[in-house]
Protein backbone atom coordinates (compact mmCIF):
# COMPACT_ATOMS: atom_id res chain seq x y z
CA UNK A 1 0.00 0.00 0.00
CA UNK A 2 1.37 3.17 -1.12
CA UNK A 3 2.11 5.88 1.31
CA UNK A 4 3.29 9.75 1.26
CA UNK A 5 5.91 11.32 3.23
CA UNK A 6 8.06 14.71 2.66
CA UNK A 7 11.31 14.79 3.17
CA UNK A 8 14.31 17.22 4.12
CA UNK A 9 13.39 19.21 0.64
CA UNK A 10 9.91 19.31 0.43
CA UNK A 11 9.72 16.89 -1.61
CA UNK A 12 6.62 14.41 -1.59
CA UNK A 13 8.00 10.90 -1.49
CA UNK A 14 6.06 7.78 -2.27
CA UNK A 15 6.69 4.50 -0.28
CA UNK A 16 5.79 1.19 -1.84
CA UNK A 17 5.10 -0.68 1.30
CA UNK A 18 8.90 -1.15 2.28
CA UNK A 19 8.82 1.33 5.71
CA UNK A 20 12.34 0.30 6.20
CA UNK A 21 13.60 3.89 6.00
CA UNK A 22 10.98 5.10 7.72
CA UNK A 23 11.11 3.08 10.76
CA UNK A 24 14.87 2.13 11.03
CA UNK A 25 15.46 3.97 14.26
CA UNK A 26 12.73 1.45 15.34
CA UNK A 27 14.00 -1.61 14.16
CA UNK A 28 17.31 -1.24 16.39
CA UNK A 29 16.54 0.79 19.70
CA UNK A 30 19.36 3.01 20.96
CA UNK A 31 20.93 3.23 23.73
CA UNK A 32 19.31 6.83 24.26
CA UNK A 33 15.86 4.57 24.05
CA UNK A 34 16.80 1.67 25.93
CA UNK A 35 17.57 4.40 28.68
CA UNK A 36 14.62 6.23 28.93
CA UNK A 37 12.20 3.31 28.69
CA UNK A 38 13.77 2.31 32.26
CA UNK A 39 13.51 5.39 33.67
CA UNK A 40 10.15 6.29 35.31
CA UNK A 41 9.55 9.59 33.99
CA UNK A 42 6.09 9.88 34.25
CA UNK A 43 6.76 8.94 38.25
CA UNK A 44 9.57 11.63 37.87
CA UNK A 45 7.42 14.32 36.26
CA UNK A 46 4.50 13.90 39.30
CA UNK A 47 7.32 14.25 41.99
CA UNK A 48 8.43 17.37 40.55
CA UNK A 49 4.61 18.73 39.69
CA UNK A 50 4.67 18.29 43.64
CA UNK A 51 7.56 20.17 44.44
CA UNK A 52 6.80 22.95 41.37
CA UNK A 53 2.89 23.57 43.20
CA UNK A 54 4.70 24.07 46.73
CA UNK A 55 4.07 26.99 48.21
CA UNK A 56 7.65 29.11 49.47
CA UNK A 57 7.67 30.75 52.60
CA UNK A 58 8.88 33.28 53.55
CA UNK A 59 7.49 35.35 50.75
CA UNK A 60 10.57 37.47 50.77
CA UNK A 61 12.41 34.63 49.40
CA UNK A 62 10.11 34.62 46.00
CA UNK A 63 11.87 37.39 44.38
CA UNK A 64 15.28 35.92 44.89
CA UNK A 65 14.55 31.92 43.51
CA UNK A 66 12.64 33.96 40.57
CA UNK A 67 15.09 36.57 39.95
CA UNK A 68 17.94 33.27 39.88
CA UNK A 69 15.25 31.42 37.76
CA UNK A 70 14.86 34.43 35.39
CA UNK A 71 18.61 35.13 35.17
CA UNK A 72 19.49 31.31 34.14
CA UNK A 73 16.84 30.80 31.70
CA UNK A 74 16.65 34.47 30.28
CA UNK A 75 13.46 35.20 31.34
CA UNK A 76 12.22 38.95 30.57
CA UNK A 77 10.83 39.92 34.14
CA UNK A 78 10.09 43.47 33.30
CA UNK A 79 6.77 41.77 31.10
CA UNK A 80 5.44 39.46 33.98
CA UNK A 81 1.62 41.14 34.85
CA UNK A 82 2.08 40.83 38.74
CA UNK A 83 5.01 41.15 41.58
CA UNK A 84 7.29 38.37 42.13
CA UNK A 85 6.40 37.75 46.10
CA UNK A 86 2.47 37.55 44.37
CA UNK A 87 3.54 34.23 42.81
CA UNK A 88 3.09 31.70 45.51
CA UNK A 89 5.35 29.09 43.52
CA UNK A 90 7.70 28.06 41.01
CA UNK A 91 4.74 26.46 39.28
CA UNK A 92 2.65 29.34 39.50
CA UNK A 93 5.58 31.57 38.54
CA UNK A 94 5.98 29.33 35.50
CA UNK A 95 2.53 29.65 33.83
CA UNK A 96 2.24 33.58 34.70
CA UNK A 97 0.79 35.73 32.43
CA UNK A 98 1.85 38.76 30.76
CA UNK A 99 1.45 42.87 30.44
CA UNK A 100 -1.12 43.26 27.84
CA UNK A 101 1.53 45.34 26.17
CA UNK A 102 3.50 43.00 25.85
CA UNK A 103 2.32 41.53 22.67
CA UNK A 104 0.32 42.46 20.06
CA UNK A 105 -2.37 39.89 20.64
CA UNK A 106 -2.71 40.64 24.09
CA UNK A 107 -2.73 44.18 23.70
CA UNK A 108 -5.56 43.81 21.23
CA UNK A 109 -7.73 41.76 23.18
CA UNK A 110 -7.03 44.20 26.13
CA UNK A 111 -8.11 47.14 23.61
CA UNK A 112 -11.52 44.99 22.70
CA UNK A 113 -12.46 44.59 26.62
CA UNK A 114 -11.56 48.47 27.57
CA UNK A 115 -13.01 49.89 24.57
CA UNK A 116 -16.04 46.95 24.73
CA UNK A 117 -16.01 46.46 20.84
CA UNK A 118 -14.80 43.78 18.78
CA UNK A 119 -13.91 45.56 15.25
CA UNK A 120 -10.83 48.31 16.15
CA UNK A 121 -10.15 51.21 14.02
CA UNK A 122 -7.41 51.59 12.10
CA UNK A 123 -6.51 54.62 13.97
CA UNK A 124 -7.07 52.68 17.48
CA UNK A 125 -4.18 49.96 16.61
CA UNK A 126 -0.44 49.88 16.25
CA UNK A 127 1.47 48.21 13.32
CA UNK A 128 2.29 45.30 15.18
CA UNK A 129 -1.09 45.09 15.94
CA UNK A 130 -2.37 45.59 12.39
CA UNK A 131 -0.02 43.07 10.86
CA UNK A 132 -1.04 40.48 13.94
CA UNK A 133 -5.14 41.19 13.00
CA UNK A 134 -4.72 41.19 9.33
CA UNK A 135 -2.61 37.74 9.42
CA UNK A 136 -4.03 34.58 8.20
CA UNK A 137 -2.11 32.65 11.19
CA UNK A 138 0.16 33.56 14.16
CA UNK A 139 2.03 32.52 16.59
CA UNK A 140 0.58 30.06 19.21
CA UNK A 141 3.18 30.70 21.96
CA UNK A 142 6.61 31.81 23.06
CA UNK A 143 9.24 29.73 21.53
CA UNK A 144 11.11 28.11 19.01
CA UNK A 145 10.51 26.64 15.27
CA UNK A 146 11.55 23.41 15.32
CA UNK A 147 10.11 22.63 12.06
CA UNK A 148 7.29 23.37 9.44
CA UNK A 149 6.51 22.56 6.10
CA UNK A 150 4.17 21.95 3.44
CA UNK A 151 2.61 18.81 1.99
CA UNK A 152 0.74 19.34 -1.49
CA UNK A 153 -0.97 15.86 -1.33
CA UNK A 154 -3.73 13.55 -3.10
CA UNK A 155 -5.29 11.42 -1.00
CA UNK A 156 -8.73 9.61 -0.69
CA UNK A 157 -10.58 10.83 2.40
CA UNK A 158 -7.18 12.57 3.63
CA UNK A 159 -9.13 14.77 6.13
CA UNK A 160 -10.79 11.45 7.84
CA UNK A 161 -7.48 9.26 8.52
CA UNK A 162 -4.01 10.89 7.73
CA UNK A 163 -3.03 7.12 7.75
CA UNK A 164 -0.76 7.58 4.36
CA UNK A 165 1.56 10.52 5.58
CA UNK A 166 4.04 10.97 7.90
CA UNK A 167 6.28 14.32 8.96
CA UNK A 168 9.56 14.47 9.55
CA UNK A 169 11.04 14.58 13.00
CA UNK A 170 14.58 15.49 12.23
CA UNK A 171 16.56 14.93 8.99
CA UNK A 172 16.01 10.80 8.08
CA UNK A 173 13.44 10.12 10.51
CA UNK A 174 9.35 10.77 10.58
CA UNK A 175 6.66 9.62 12.01
CA UNK A 176 2.91 9.16 11.48
CA UNK A 177 0.28 11.48 11.19
CA UNK A 178 -2.52 9.00 11.76
CA UNK A 179 0.04 7.69 15.21
CA UNK A 180 0.34 11.40 16.31
CA UNK A 181 -3.10 12.20 15.90
CA UNK A 182 -5.11 8.93 16.62
CA UNK A 183 -7.55 8.79 13.76
CA UNK A 184 -8.95 5.18 13.45
CA UNK A 185 -7.64 4.13 10.30
CA UNK A 186 -10.13 3.93 7.09
CA UNK A 187 -11.54 0.76 5.50
CA UNK A 188 -12.95 3.05 2.24
CA UNK A 189 -13.03 0.13 0.07
CA UNK A 190 -12.74 1.79 -2.96
CA UNK A 191 -9.63 3.99 -1.12
CA UNK A 192 -8.07 0.43 -0.46
CA UNK A 193 -8.57 -1.17 -3.73
CA UNK A 194 -6.98 2.17 -5.24
CA UNK A 195 -3.84 1.86 -3.12
CA UNK A 196 -3.45 -1.69 -3.72
CA UNK A 197 -3.49 -1.17 -7.29
CA UNK A 198 -1.00 1.31 -7.73
CA UNK A 199 2.25 0.75 -8.72
CA UNK A 200 5.75 2.83 -7.74
CA UNK A 201 7.51 3.93 -10.96
CA UNK A 202 11.04 1.81 -11.39
CA UNK A 203 12.50 5.07 -12.30
CA UNK A 204 14.21 7.03 -9.23
CA UNK A 205 13.63 9.99 -11.27
CA UNK A 206 10.99 11.94 -9.02
CA UNK A 207 10.34 14.12 -11.96
CA UNK A 208 8.76 10.44 -13.41
CA UNK A 209 6.20 11.04 -10.95
CA UNK A 210 5.90 14.28 -9.61
CA UNK A 211 4.47 17.77 -11.14
CA UNK A 212 6.96 20.45 -10.47
CA UNK A 213 5.76 24.38 -10.48
CA UNK A 214 8.49 26.70 -10.85
CA UNK A 215 6.41 29.62 -10.71
CA UNK A 216 4.92 28.99 -7.03
CA UNK A 217 7.74 29.01 -4.00
CA UNK A 218 7.42 27.72 -0.38
CA UNK A 219 9.94 28.14 2.52
CA UNK A 220 10.54 25.93 5.01
CA UNK A 221 13.29 25.28 7.16
CA UNK A 222 16.57 26.48 6.16
CA UNK A 223 15.80 25.98 2.45
CA UNK A 224 13.59 26.96 -0.14
CA UNK A 225 12.43 24.74 -3.21
CA UNK A 226 9.71 24.81 -5.85
CA UNK A 227 6.70 23.14 -4.00
CA UNK A 228 5.38 19.88 -5.52
CA UNK A 229 1.72 19.65 -6.33
CA UNK A 230 1.03 16.51 -7.44
CA UNK A 231 1.98 13.74 -6.43
CA UNK A 232 0.93 10.97 -8.22
CA UNK A 233 1.66 10.20 -12.29
CA UNK A 234 -0.63 12.04 -14.41
CA UNK A 235 -1.06 8.38 -16.16
CA UNK A 236 -2.18 7.30 -12.69
CA UNK A 237 -4.43 9.91 -11.86
CA UNK A 238 -6.34 9.58 -15.14
CA UNK A 239 -6.98 6.34 -14.58
CA UNK A 240 -8.07 6.94 -10.22
CA UNK A 241 -11.83 6.85 -9.43
CA UNK A 242 -13.05 10.64 -9.23
CA UNK A 243 -14.02 10.33 -5.38
CA UNK A 244 -9.77 9.44 -4.48
CA UNK A 245 -8.81 13.46 -6.46
CA UNK A 246 -8.80 14.99 -3.44
CA UNK A 247 -5.86 17.91 -3.69
CA UNK A 248 -4.87 19.29 -0.08
CA UNK A 249 -2.24 20.96 0.73
CA UNK A 250 -1.27 20.37 4.46
CA UNK A 251 0.94 22.63 6.83
CA UNK A 252 2.49 21.50 10.21
CA UNK A 253 4.56 23.49 12.03
CA UNK A 254 6.50 22.41 15.50
CA UNK A 255 7.10 25.10 18.55
CA UNK A 256 9.25 24.15 21.15
CA UNK A 257 8.84 26.03 24.62
CA UNK A 258 11.81 26.90 26.72
CA UNK A 259 12.06 27.00 30.46
CA UNK A 260 12.34 30.46 30.29
CA UNK A 261 9.78 30.59 27.63
CA UNK A 262 6.08 32.36 28.84
CA UNK A 263 3.92 28.76 28.74
CA UNK A 264 0.24 29.93 28.30
CA UNK A 265 -0.98 29.16 24.96
CA UNK A 266 -3.56 30.82 22.55
CA UNK A 267 -5.29 30.09 19.31
CA UNK A 268 -3.45 30.88 16.01
CA UNK A 269 -6.45 32.03 14.11
CA UNK A 270 -10.13 32.29 14.10
CA UNK A 271 -11.32 28.33 14.93
CA UNK A 272 -13.27 25.92 16.01
CA UNK A 273 -12.60 23.05 18.42
CA UNK A 274 -15.26 20.03 17.87
CA UNK A 275 -13.69 17.15 19.69
CA UNK A 276 -10.39 16.44 21.74
CA UNK A 277 -8.24 12.95 22.03
CA UNK A 278 -6.41 12.59 25.31
CA UNK A 279 -3.46 10.16 24.35
CA UNK A 280 -1.50 8.63 27.43
CA UNK A 281 1.60 8.40 27.13
CA UNK A 282 5.44 8.60 28.11
CA UNK A 283 6.65 11.91 29.50
CA UNK A 284 10.40 11.96 27.26
CA UNK A 285 12.05 15.53 27.56
CA UNK A 286 11.43 17.15 24.08
CA UNK A 287 14.53 19.53 23.62
CA UNK A 288 16.32 19.43 20.50
CA UNK A 289 19.02 17.48 21.52
CA UNK A 290 16.54 14.60 22.13
CA UNK A 291 14.68 14.89 19.34
CA UNK A 292 17.37 14.42 17.04
CA UNK A 293 18.60 11.15 18.41
CA UNK A 294 14.87 9.66 19.69
CA UNK A 295 12.59 8.36 16.55
CA UNK A 296 8.79 8.86 17.17
CA UNK A 297 9.10 11.01 19.88
CA UNK A 298 5.49 13.05 19.66
CA UNK A 299 4.29 9.56 19.05
CA UNK A 300 5.08 8.32 22.43
CA UNK A 301 4.65 11.08 24.71
CA UNK A 302 1.41 11.56 26.39
CA UNK A 303 -0.66 14.81 24.32
CA UNK A 304 -3.95 16.62 23.51
CA UNK A 305 -5.31 16.68 20.50
CA UNK A 306 -7.61 19.36 19.87
CA UNK A 307 -9.95 18.73 16.64
CA UNK A 308 -11.62 21.44 14.37
CA UNK A 309 -11.66 23.95 11.61
CA UNK A 310 -10.50 26.85 10.66
CA UNK A 311 -11.12 29.28 7.58
CA UNK A 312 -9.67 27.13 4.89
CA UNK A 313 -10.25 23.47 6.43
CA UNK A 314 -9.40 20.90 9.22
CA UNK A 315 -7.28 21.95 11.83
CA UNK A 316 -5.56 19.53 14.76
CA UNK A 317 -3.68 21.75 17.47
CA UNK A 318 -1.28 19.37 19.26
CA UNK A 319 -0.56 19.53 23.03
CA UNK A 320 2.52 17.67 23.87
CA UNK A 321 3.95 16.45 27.37
CA UNK A 322 7.28 16.13 28.07
CA UNK A 323 9.42 15.56 31.14
CA UNK A 324 8.75 17.54 34.41
CA UNK A 325 6.25 19.13 32.23
CA UNK A 326 3.10 16.58 31.68
CA UNK A 327 0.53 18.57 33.57
CA UNK A 328 -1.19 21.00 31.26
CA UNK A 329 -4.54 22.81 31.62
CA UNK A 330 -7.06 23.38 28.54
CA UNK A 331 -8.89 26.26 29.88
CA UNK A 332 -12.71 25.24 28.03
CA UNK A 333 -12.19 21.70 29.14
CA UNK A 334 -12.13 21.09 33.66
CA UNK A 335 -12.83 17.16 32.32
CA UNK A 336 -9.50 16.82 31.00
CA UNK A 337 -6.35 15.52 33.70
CA UNK A 338 -2.96 15.12 32.27
CA UNK A 339 0.22 13.26 33.98
CA UNK A 340 -2.02 10.92 36.16
CA UNK A 341 -1.75 7.58 36.87
CA UNK A 342 -3.19 6.14 33.18
CA UNK A 343 -6.42 4.31 34.15
CA UNK A 344 -6.23 0.44 34.04
CA UNK A 345 -8.81 -1.48 31.54
CA UNK A 346 -11.54 -3.77 33.38
CA UNK A 347 -10.08 -7.59 33.66
CA UNK A 348 -12.42 -9.39 30.92
CA UNK A 349 -13.92 -13.06 32.66
CA UNK A 350 -11.74 -14.71 29.81
CA UNK A 351 -8.11 -13.89 30.50
CA UNK A 352 -6.73 -15.59 27.35
CA UNK A 353 -8.96 -13.86 25.63
CA UNK A 354 -6.35 -11.53 22.97
CA UNK A 355 -6.73 -8.39 23.29
CA UNK A 356 -8.20 -6.15 20.19
CA UNK A 357 -6.53 -3.91 18.20
CA UNK A 358 -8.60 -1.28 19.05
CA UNK A 359 -11.73 -1.51 21.54
CA UNK A 360 -13.67 1.12 23.34
CA UNK A 361 -16.35 2.24 26.08
CA UNK A 362 -17.78 4.13 27.70
CA UNK A 363 -16.21 5.67 31.11
CA UNK A 364 -17.39 7.97 34.52
CA UNK A 365 -13.73 8.47 35.36
CA UNK A 366 -13.92 11.88 33.83
CA UNK A 367 -17.45 12.72 32.72
CA UNK A 368 -20.66 10.73 31.18
CA UNK A 369 -18.93 12.34 27.69
CA UNK A 370 -15.73 10.49 27.87
CA UNK A 371 -14.94 7.50 25.46
CA UNK A 372 -11.86 5.23 26.78
CA UNK A 373 -10.33 3.38 23.88
CA UNK A 374 -7.18 0.61 24.33
CA UNK A 375 -5.32 0.61 21.46
CA UNK A 376 -2.40 -2.38 20.77
CA UNK A 377 0.59 -0.29 19.30
CA UNK A 378 2.09 -3.56 16.94
CA UNK A 379 5.72 -1.85 17.23
CA UNK A 380 5.81 -0.95 20.83
CA UNK A 381 4.14 -4.04 22.13
CA UNK A 382 2.31 -1.67 24.56
CA UNK A 383 -1.26 -0.86 25.05
CA UNK A 384 -2.08 2.56 24.27
CA UNK A 385 -4.97 4.00 26.19
CA UNK A 386 -7.31 7.22 24.55
CA UNK A 387 -9.94 8.80 26.09
CA UNK A 388 -11.43 11.49 23.56
CA UNK A 389 -15.14 13.35 23.95
CA UNK A 390 -16.89 15.92 21.67
CA UNK A 391 -17.85 19.11 22.77
CA UNK A 392 -21.05 20.95 21.89
CA UNK A 393 -22.57 20.49 18.83
CA UNK A 394 -21.43 22.85 16.09
CA UNK A 395 -17.88 22.99 18.58
CA UNK A 396 -16.52 25.76 20.60
CA UNK A 397 -15.64 29.35 18.65
CA UNK A 398 -12.52 30.28 19.69
CA UNK A 399 -10.88 33.33 18.65
CA UNK A 400 -7.16 34.70 17.44
CA UNK A 401 -4.91 35.07 20.02
CA UNK A 402 -7.76 33.85 22.71
CA UNK A 403 -5.70 32.07 25.65
CA UNK A 404 -6.76 28.00 25.46
CA UNK A 405 -4.67 26.81 28.53
CA UNK A 406 -0.89 26.70 29.91
CA UNK A 407 1.89 23.90 31.07
CA UNK A 408 2.31 23.82 34.13
CA UNK A 409 6.29 23.56 33.31
CA UNK A 410 6.44 23.53 29.63
CA UNK A 411 6.97 21.61 26.09
CA UNK A 412 6.10 21.38 22.60
CA UNK A 413 2.89 22.79 20.47
CA UNK A 414 2.34 21.43 17.19
CA UNK A 415 -0.39 22.54 14.36
CA UNK A 416 -0.80 20.63 11.87
CA UNK A 417 -4.02 22.22 9.49
CA UNK A 418 -5.11 21.87 5.82
CA UNK A 419 -5.61 24.54 2.67
CA UNK A 420 -6.67 24.50 -0.81
CA UNK A 421 -4.12 24.47 -3.31
CA UNK A 422 -6.34 27.91 -4.52
CA UNK A 423 -5.82 29.65 -1.42
CA UNK A 424 -2.35 30.30 -2.23
CA UNK A 425 -0.96 30.12 1.76
CA UNK A 426 3.00 30.05 2.62
CA UNK A 427 4.86 29.97 6.12
CA UNK A 428 7.18 33.23 6.72
CA UNK A 429 9.36 31.58 9.24
CA UNK A 430 12.79 29.96 9.30
CA UNK A 431 13.50 26.79 11.29
CA UNK A 432 15.30 27.72 14.57
CA UNK A 433 13.75 31.37 14.52
CA UNK A 434 12.30 32.53 17.82
CA UNK A 435 8.80 33.44 17.69
CA UNK A 436 6.53 35.61 20.28
CA UNK A 437 3.19 34.89 20.78
CA UNK A 438 1.08 37.06 17.78
CA UNK A 439 4.15 37.28 15.77
CA UNK A 440 3.12 36.64 11.98
CA UNK A 441 4.04 32.84 10.97
CA UNK A 442 1.52 32.42 7.68
CA UNK A 443 0.44 34.73 5.26
CA UNK A 444 -1.99 34.80 1.90
CA UNK A 445 0.61 35.19 -1.13
CA UNK A 446 -0.01 37.13 -3.95
CA UNK A 447 -0.49 35.20 -6.90
CA UNK A 448 1.63 37.63 -8.86
CA UNK A 449 5.00 36.43 -7.40
Partial sequence: ????????????????????????????????????????????????????????????LRPLIYNVYGWMYSVNMQEIEKPLEEYSSIQDFFSRKLKPSARPSLSVQHKRKTLQ?????????????????????????????????TLCVELDELDETYEHVFLPQVKGITYSMQELLQKEKTTNTRSSQYFDHYQIPTSNNRGGYCKQTDDEIIVGDDFTEPIIDNVISQ??????PQS????????????????GDYHRFHSPCD??????????????????????????????????????????????????????????????????????????????????TTIPQRSSEKVDTLDKKTKEEHIKDPEQGEEIVVLSRNYVQGGLSIEK????????????????????????LAFNIHKGQKVKLGDVILVKKNKNH
Fill in 244 to 259: TKQKKKLHYCVLYLAP
Fill in 1 to 60: MASVSVDDHHEILINDGDDTERIEGKQKQTFLQLLSKAIPTNFISRCWGNIGSTEIHPEL
Fill in 235 to 240: DDIAST
Fill in 117 to 149: KFDLDETEVNEAERDYLHAEMVSPVDGTVARFG
Fill in 271 to 352: MTIESRKHIYGKLYPVMPLYLNRYPNLFTQNERVVLNGKWAYGNMHYVIVGALNVGSFVVNFDNSLRTNVKRPRKKKTQNPS
Fill in 401 to 424: GEEMGYFKLGSTIILIFESNEEDN
